[in-house]
């Protein structure tokens, strides 16, 4: 996972040093030419890629902390586990959570929590001030204690 958290570091400013945005995705999706699409879906996201060209299809009743979540999930599906050539379709929250499951989810954590807003703020504040669920929070600091990031 250390070698995982290095290759995205590399690859997205800021990652785990500041809370990423929805416009941060927005420019790594055109820096690395993503097209997303936005609509209702039976599942919250997933990412895909068709005749050479990636996309990323986000269900469009989803806001604020757990768009952002699925947002950089399916960027980090992208980043990680896209295949040389062919068709390939990852989906968010369906099935068991396989290694490309859970390093996803710990990439999309740490976008929206990086370790220096950790070392920074007490966890009720982060519930309280900036809304995270104490879910998603357990699951941040299991992030940390288990990979040190």
């Given at each position: 996972?250390?070698?995982?958290?290095?290759?995205?570091?590399?690859?997205?400013?800021?990652?785990?040093?500041?809370p990423?945005?929805?416009?941060?995705?927005?420019?790594?999706?055109?820096?690395?030419?993503?097209?997303?699409?936005?609509?209702?879906?039976?599942t919250?996201?997933?990412?895909?890629?068709?005749?050479?060209?990636?996309?990323?299809?986000?269900?469009?009743?989803?806001?604020?902390?757990?768009?952002?979540?699925?947002?950089?999930?399916?960027?980090?599906?992208?980043?990680?586990?896209?295949?040389?050539?062919?068709?390939?379709?990852?989906?968010?929250?369906?099935?068991?959570?396989?290694?490309?499951?859970?390093?996803?989810?710990?990439?999309?954590?740490?976008?929206?929590?990086?370790?220096?807003?950790?070392?920074?703020?007490?966890?009720?504040?982060?519930?309280?001030?900036?809304?995270?669920?104490s879910?998603?929070?357990?699951?941040?600091?299991?992030?940390?204690?288990?990979?040190?990031?």
């Open positions: 996972m250390r070698l995982i958290s290095e290759k995205i570091r590399n690859l997205i400013f800021g990652w785990n040093e500041r990423l945005t929805e416009r941060d995705f927005y420019q790594l999706c055109k820096r690395f030419k993503v097209n997303v699409v936005e609509m209702p879906l039976r919250n996201g997933f990412y895909y890629r068709v005749m050479g060209r990636d996309y990323i299809a986000i269900d469009s009743r989803l806001t604020g902390t757990e768009k952002l979540l699925v947002q950089f999930h399916e960027l980090a599906h992208l980043l990680l586990h896209t295949p040389e050539s062919g068709a390939t379709a990852n989906f968010h929250g369906v099935g068991r959570k396989t290694r490309p499951e859970l390093e996803a989810d710990a990439i999309a954590l740490c976008s929206l929590i990086p370790r220096t807003l950790l070392e920074d703020r007490d966890a009720i504040l982060l519930c309280e001030d900036d809304g995270f669920s879910e998603i929070l357990a699951a941040r600091f299991e992030i940390l204690a288990k990979y040190g990031f």
